[in-house]
């Protein structure tokens, strides 16, 4: 399971909040990243969509070799099908 949680730190003011966005597979801590001086009327939408760029950006080559090899391993033992690949 995907977890994506944003956590306000409580230093931010009335119009911005500063950040602690966390992603997990399962319980594996997959990347961490801060959201500085975001302006809270632009909403949850863009606070997740500028989590989600700054975690990618943070992402490297390693990273995507875990996760390739994780959900390959998954598949290989059955948990999950290929793409249009039916039982």
Same mark, same amino acid.
């Given at each position: ?10 230093? =931010? ?18 990347? @961490? ?16 969509? !500028? ?5 990618? !950006?943070?992402?490297?080559? !390693?990273?995507? #070799? ?10 290989? @033992?059955?948990?999950?099908? #290929? @793409? =249009? !690949?039916? #039982?």
């Amino acid at each position: 399971m995907l977890i994506l949680t944003i956590q306000n730190d409580g230093t =931010g003011d009335l119009e911005t909040g500063n950040y602690i966005c966390k992603a997990y597979i399962n319980k594996t801590l997959l990347g @961490v990243c801060n959201l500085e001086k975001f302006k809270r009327n632009r909403g949850y939408i863009s606070c997740l969509q !500028e989590a989600a760029m700054k975690l990618r !950006e943070k992402e490297d080559a !390693e990273l995507r #070799k875990w996760i390739q090899t994780y959900f390959r391993n998954k598949i290989e @033992v059955g948990e999950f099908e #290929k @793409v =249009g !690949e039916t #039982k």
